[in-house]
C-alpha cells in the first residue's frame, strides 16, 4: 500500500470514527498498518489507534500501540514525530496509573532539542505531567503544571487545551476541598464549549458535564449535579466512551447516597465488593455480593425495558434516547418504533438509532 493509498484509508477510518462506527475504523486502520509501507502513514495511524483505544478504555492495547508508534518515529528520525510518540506514551502510562513513568516520559518530552511541535504539543504534555502529579497527590507539582499548560492555551489561543485543563482544575480543586473553584474551571471549560466547541468532538461537553456534576455534589446541589451526569452520560454511551460512562455510575450513586437513596448507593457498593472478591478468589463472599447486586437492580428496576435483562449484567452496548431513558441498542435496533418503549414520547430523531 503507497502512500497515497495509505492516506485515503486513514482518512476513510478517521469517517467512520466520526460516524460511531468504531470497530470498523479499527479494522481499516490495523489493515493499514499491516500493508502500509508509508512510515509517515503507520505513524499516523497508529496515532488514531492509540486515541480510539483511549476513548474506549482498552489501556494495555493503547501503550501497545503508543510503543510501536515510538519504534516508528526513531526510524524516521523525525524530532516532531518523537515528542508526540512519547506524549501518547506518557498518555498511556497516566491512563494506567503508572505516573512516575509518566512523569518520565513527559520530563523527556519537554527534554527533547527544539521542535517545530512544541509550541503545539508543550501544553498537552504539562497537563498529562499535571495529571500524573495529581495521581500521586503531590499537589503543589500538580498545580504548578496545570498552571504552565494553562499558559501554553492562552499563548497559543488553543481552547480546545483550555477547556482539558479547566476539567483537570476541577478535578484538583475538588480534591484539595475547595468545591466553589472545583465549580469554577469546569463552568469555564462548558463555556469555551459553548463558545468555541461547534467543530468539536461531543466528548468536550460530556466531559466538562461530568465535573460539573462532581462539583455540584460536593456543594450539595444534588439537582444540578444530576441534570449535569445524565447529559454527560447520555454523550458517553452515544459514543461509546466506556471510562466517561463507569465516572457517570459511580457519580450517579454519589448522588443518591447524598439524597439518602441507599439501594440506589448500594449497586456501587456491591460492584466494588465483587471485583475486589474476584481478585483475591473469595467465591463464598463473591456469590454473596453477586446475588446482592441482582437484587437491588431488581428493587431499582436497572433493567432494559424492551427485553427485561439488567444494565450492565453483559458487555452489551448502551443507547440513551433524548428523554434519557437507557435501553440496548440492539433491542432498540430490533423495535423498530420511533418513539420511547418507556415514556412512549416521539423522542427519537430519524436515525438516531
Known amino acids: 500500500m503507497g502512500q497515497d493509498q495509505t492516506k485515503q484509508q486513514i482518512e476513510k477510518g478517521l469517517q467512520l470514527y466520526q460516524s460511531?462506527?468504531?470497530?470498523?475504523?479499527?479494522?481499516?486502520?490495523?489493515?493499514?498498518?499491516?500493508?502500509?509501507?508509508?512510515?509517515?502513514?503507520?505513524?499516523?495511524?497508529?496515532?488514531?489507534?492509540?486515541?480510539?483505544?483511549?476513548?474506549?478504555?482498552?489501556?494495555?492495547?493503547?501503550?501497545?500501540?503508543?510503543?510501536?508508534?515510538?519504534?516508528t518515529a526513531r526510524e524516521l528520525e523525525d524530532a516532531d514525530f518523537l515528542l508526540e510518540s512519547y506524549l501518547n506514551l506518557a498518555r498511556s502510562n497516566e491512563k494506567l496509573c503508572e505516573f512516575h513513568k509518566t512523569i518520565s516520559y513527559c520530563k523527556t518530552c519537554l527534554g527533547l532539542p527544539g521542535t517545530r511541535a512544541g509550541a503545539q504539543l508543550g501544553g498537552q504534555v504539562?497537563?498529562?505531567?499535571?495529571?500524573?502529579?495529581?495521581?500521586?497527590?503531590?499537589?503543589?507539582?500538580?498545580?504548578?503544571?496545570?498552571?504552565?499548560?494553562?499558559?501554553?492555551?492562552?499563548?497559543?489561543?488553543?481552547?480546545m487545551l483550555e477547556c482539558r485543563v479547566c476539567c483537570s482544575l476541577g478535578s484538583f480543586y475538588a480534591q484539595v476541598k475547595d468545591y466553589e473553584k472545583a465549580l469554577f474551571f469546569p463552568c469555564k471549560?462548558?463555556?469555551?464549549?459553548?463558545?468555541?466547541?461547534?467543530g468539536w468532538s461531543l466528548k468536550?461537553?460530556?466531559?466538562?458535564?461530568?465535573?460539573?456534576?462532581?462539583?455540584?455534589?460536593?456543594?450539595?446541589?444534588?439537582?444540578?449535579?444530576?441534570?449535569?451526569?445524565?447529559?454527560?452520560?447520555?454523550?458517553?454511551?452515544?459514543?461509546?466512551?466506556?471510562?466517561?460512562?463507569?465516572?457517570?455510575l459511580l457519580c450517579f450513586a454519589d448522588i443518591h447516597r447524598s439524597r439518602g437513596d441507599l439501594e440506589l448507593s448500594q449497586l456501587k457498593l456491591h460492584c466494588l465488593s465483587e471485583g475486589i472478591y474476584?481478585?483475591?478468589?473469595?467465591?463464598?463472599?463473591?456469590?454473596?455480593?453477586v446475588v446482592r447486586f441482582h437484587e437491588c437492580v431488581e428493587e431499582t428496576e436497572l433493567y432494559c425495558g424492551l427485553c427485561g435483562e439488567s444494565i450492565g449484567e453483559r458487555n452489551s452496548r448502551l443507547q440513551a434516547l433524548p428523554c434519557s431513558h437507557i435501553f440496548h441498542l440492539r433491542c432498540l435496533q430490533?423495535?423498530?418504533t420511533r418513539s420511547c418503549p418507556n415514556c412512549r414520547r416521539s423522542s427519537m430523531k430519524p436515525g438516531f438509532v
Not at 30 to 54: Q, Y
Not at 137 to 152: D, T
Open 278 to 289: 474476584r481478585s483475591k478468589g473469595l467465591q463464598r463472599e463473591l456469590r454473596a455480593h
Open 20 to 71: 460511531n462506527q468504531t470497530e470498523k475504523a479499527l479494522q481499516v486502520w490495523m489493515k493499514v498498518l499491516e500493508k502500509s509501507s508509508d512510515l509517515v502513514g503507520r505513524f499516523r495511524v497508529l496515532g488514531c489507534l492509540v486515541t480510539a483505544h483511549s476513548e474506549m478504555g482498552r489501556y494495555k492495547e493503547m501503550l501497545k500501540f503508543a510503543v510501536v508508534q515510538i519504534d
Open 189 to 198: 471549560a462548558a463555556e469555551l464549549v459553548s463558545d468555541y466547541g461547534k
Open 126 to 159: 504539562s497537563l498529562s505531567m499535571g495529571n500524573a502529579f495529581l495521581g500521586l497527590s503531590v499537589f503543589q507539582k500538580a498545580l504548578e503544571s496545570f498552571e504552565k499548560a494553562l499558559r501554553y492555551a492562552h499563548n497559543n489561543d488553543d481552547a
Open 334 to 336: 430490533s423495535n423498530g
Open 204 to 248: 468536550y461537553r460530556a466531559m466538562s458535564q461530568y465535573h460539573m456534576a462532581v462539583a455540584y455534589r460536593l456543594l450539595g446541589h444534588l439537582g444540578s449535579a444530576m441534570e449535569c451526569c445524565e447529559e454527560s452520560m447520555k454523550i458517553a454511551l452515544q459514543h461509546g466512551d466506556r471510562p466517561l460512562q463507569a465516572l457517570c
